[in-house]
């Protein structure tokens, strides 16, 4: 092959930028430490790190989802065993008081005193606040849910709380489940929650249901407020209410009514059934609660080592190939010295 | 006698040949690295042999009969259309880079983390509707969403303004090239009309045309007088013989009415006719790499973020709409919307009652019930919820897809770039190979030649010499 001046120098021009830019990739690599700096360096890799970082976004607000769901859960809990304890006084009281050989009108008349105040505890337990939020009034939580006479003005939302993607778990106990005993079936065995839109399909038509017009328009302006639903007690409903359980105790206990007395025991023992029911559901949704937060964090953890393995550059191979290139470019620059030199100008002296 | 005095003429025309041919070594030597050049020749003949006495056929030396270049040109024709290839290749690339750039979100946080600090936020609400901060709080995201989206609309007009500019200066550029096209067009037609070849002229209209099918799609053909006529496209005819018409550009008619358009290419045929929008003739080299950038490619990223901005504005209107907010109202819009999906996402923004009123968010399914969270989860599922293709995509792959499809186009064009490169260089050494200037060479031929100059001196000497013996002879 015929060699032209111009062939030898274009080559040492052309090896030496291709080195040098080879030089300075591998450089940016071990400086950053990221073997993706931009998505042509691997679209793929970049798509699936940006869906594993999203992940990774949402699972940080699930956790704190959690933690948050979690404190109310937890008073809840708490607030519920309180009640158990309160009724198990009640009970207490009540047997010492349902027969004549141990009790008499006046130690009735005493204990009714008692029970009058354990009817208020109850109030002020149903009127228990998390922060600014009473967590027994449903989605009514800037106002105390009981009056002091015990008559409900909260309803039966339940606040569902996103924690996984595909997961929303209700974080509060409707008042008036627990001491109303709304939704609470015959056999007094199962609570029946009010269905909630989960999808806008459903959420248009629940509303449709309630105003009894068509959906208001996306784009349209702000149309008429619909009614709300009527929150009143159906047939269903026939749990106990517990305010009322108490206050016929009290009354049986003035009018030194036995009969009354021994009855009302008899309701106490289904109350506590009541409340005790709830709080298993609120306990399981603590389990849940805590299967989930190991499972975010597991999840964390993944996302994170996904991310790390296709972005991150690794540093041993880095290093080696700039080793690898660095004696390229020496080659290069050695040989590219002796291939200009000489012509035959040189030699002819 | 007449032998020794042609020895002598012999020996003279030789020394002129051996001058011509160094003169020509010299030129070779003097243009080595002049770009596009072809080693020169002198091509010596010998001359009619003269009928001597009986039957001898004595030589009567040499001449120079023409100067010719050594070049091929199939391979020039290769290089020049290699070469509009690799033009196409490389400004695609260069200007992809930038386009990547909009969406580059390995180093900084971009679109993807603001949708899901959106959603995230929605979140919050859900956790706690009746905080006003937790509000306010959603009011500043959905804000930061929609000038994120406003940014990444901007961005890409930006590399389409760049690409005007480019395409300007390519216009303006290839202009030049023709204007010299055509001057060489005359020189060389004046030259080789004595029968002689016009190398140096040839060498640069060689030249000047590899340089302009690296900037445009050119077709060329050469006349009988040696006069090239190029066509760019497949109408606009830029040089015929020795006139030319030069390409211009002007604004189209963008969507905001005359002059807010990209730059378009014009061509006027006849001077005082109408100029014509050629752009959509323009698809190879440098010119056809960028106008398919911006036309293709940067529209359809903002198509696709139009599409975005109004898929996701829709649905998160449509679940708000149903809610009631702090006072009882429903109907209540997050987005602000219309109809025309065109331009969306530059125009996306949060309703005014909104940002009056942080009250206005709708977050529950009921009216009067501070807590409810109904709505607020609702709209925060959406980012799980596919809303694109027919309901298979979710926002998050829609948009991580688009990321994917910048990246592979830009890696595929890096990579065809790459490869031109190296197809060129590669059919430049061939070229270089066959006309390209080797000293080695010129310094072996620089001493034939002077030898032979010696010897011709040395010939005419002895012939002297010769002359000196023949008068002499009388002395002795």
């Known amino acids: ?349 | 006698m007449s032998r020794i005095w042609s020895m002598m003429d012999i020996g003279r025309r030789s020394m002129s040949n051996s001058q011509t041919a160094l003169q020509t070594t010299a030129h070779n030597i003097a243009n080595r690295s002049t770009e596009g050049f072809s080693r020169q020749r002198v091509e010596t003949v010998s001359n009619q042999t003269l009928t001597g006495a009986g039957s001898l056929q004595i030589g009567s030396g040499a001449r120079a009969g023409s100067v010719i270049r050594t070049n091929n040109p199939f391979i020039e024709k290769q290089i020049e259309r290699e070469g509009g290839q690799a033009g196409y290749l490389n400004s695609r690339s260069e200007l992809l880079a930038r386009v990547e750039e909009v969406y580059n979100e390995q180093v900084n946080e971009g679109l993807n983390h603001s949708v899901g600090a959106f959603f995230n936020t929605f979140r919050e609400l859900s956790n706690n509707p009746e905080s006003l901060a937790t509000r306010t709080q959603l009011k500043e995201t959905a804000e930061n969403l929609t000038k994120d989206f406003h940014r990444v609309i901007r961005d890409i007009q930006d590399v389409q303004k760049d690409a005007d500019f480019r395409i300007a200066t390519k216009v303006e550029e290839i202009n030049q090239i023709t204007k010299e096209i055509s001057s060489l067009n005359l020189d060389i037609a004046r030259i080789e009309l004595h029968g002689s070849t016009a190398n140096d002229e040839r060498d640069r209209r060689d030249l000047l045309l590899k340089q302009l099918s690296e900037k445009v799609n050119i077709r060329y053909a050469e006349g009988e007088t040696g006069m090239l006529t190029i066509t760019a496209g497949n109408t606009a005819v830029l040089v015929s013989g020795t006139s030319r018409r030069e390409l211009t550009t002007g604004t189209g008619y963008g969507k905001e009415g005359p002059g807010s358009g990209n730059l378009e290419i014009m061509y006027q045929s006849t001077d005082g006719g109408t100029p014509v929008n050629v752009s959509g003739q323009m698809v190879g080299g440098e010119l056809g790499g960028i106008l398919s950038v911006r036309d293709d490619i940067c529209q359809n990223l903002q198509n696709s973020m139009d599409e975005m901005a109004y898929k996701l504005s829709w649905e998160v209107n449509r679940a708000h709409v149903q809610g009631y907010d702090r006072q009882g109202r429903t109907g209540n819009l997050f987005f602000n919307m219309t109809d025309d999906k065109t331009n969306y996402a530059s125009r996306i923004s949060l309703s005014d009652a909104i940002i009056g009123d942080v009250g206005r968010i709708s977050a529950a399914a009921q009216k009067d019930a501070p807590a409810d969270n109904t709505v607020a989860n609702i709209i925060s599922n959406i980012q799980y919820k596919g809303i694109f293709d027919g309901g298979k995509t979710t926002i998050d792959d829609f948009y991580n897809a688009l990321v994917g499809k910048v990246g592979i186009e830009t890696q595929r064009s890096n990579s065809e770039a790459t490869v031109q490169r190296d197809v060129l260089a590669q059919l430049k050494n061939t070229r270089e190979s066959i006309s390209g200037v080797s000293l080695d060479e010129e310094t072996t031929k620089m001493i034939e030649f002077q030898k032979a100059f010696d010897a011709s001196a040395r010939l005419i000497r002895t012939a002297d010499e010769m002359l000196d013996t023949v008068l002499n002879i009388k002395r002795y």
């Open chain 1, 1 to 349: 092959m015929r060699i032209a001046d111009k062939m030898q120098f274009e080559q040492v021009k052309n090896n030496l930028s291709k080195n040098r830019s080879q030089m300075s990739e591998l450089q940016n690599q071990a400086a950053m430490q990221k073997r993706l700096t931009k998505p042509s360096d691997d679209p793929l890799a970049a798509a699936r790190v940006l869906g594993s970082r999203i992940d990774l976004q949402s699972n940080q607000q699930f956790s704190k989802n959690l933690t948050y769901a979690r404190s109310f859960i937890e008073y809840t809990d708490q607030s519920l065993g309180d009640l158990t304890e309160l009724i198990t006084r009640a009970k207490e009281l009540t047997i010492s008081q349902s027969n004549d050989a141990s009790a008499n009108q006046e130690t009735r008349r005493t204990v009714a005193a008692e029970i009058e105040q354990l009817h208020g505890q109850m109030v002020s337990i149903a009127n228990r606040k998390l922060g600014d939020r009473f967590i027994f009034g449903g989605f009514q939580t800037q106002e105390a849910p009981f009056k002091p006479d015990g008559s409900y003005r909260g309803d039966k939302g339940e606040m569902r709380i996103h924690v996984d993607k595909e997961t929303f778990l209700p974080m509060n106990v409707p008042g008036g489940r627990v001491f109303l005993g709304q939704g609470v079936d015959k056999e007094g065995m199962a609570f029946r929650s009010d269905p909630q839109p989960k999808t806008i399909e459903e959420l248009e038509k629940k509303q449709l249901g309630n105003t009894g017009d068509a959906p208001a328009e996306v784009r349209g302006p702000a149309s008429v407020a619909p009614a709300v639903t009527n929150q009143a007690q159906t047939a269903e409903d026939s749990g106990l209410n517990l305010f009322r359980v108490i206050k016929d105790l009290e009354t049986s206990l003035r009018t030194n009514d036995k009969d009354g007395i021994q009855d009302s025991l008899d309701a106490l023992d289904s109350s506590l059934q009541q409340v005790i029911l709830t709080r298993s559901q609120v306990g399981s949704r603590g389990m849940i609660l805590d299967q989930l937060t190991q499972t975010l964090e597991k999840a964390k953890l993944n996302n994170q080592s996904a991310i790390s393995v296709m972005e991150d550059a690794d540093i041993f191979s880095t290093v080696s190939d700039i080793n690898k290139t660095e004696s390229t470019l020496q080659a290069t620059l050695q040989t590219s010295g002796k291939l200009i030199q000489p012509t035959l100008l040189d030699f002819l002296r």
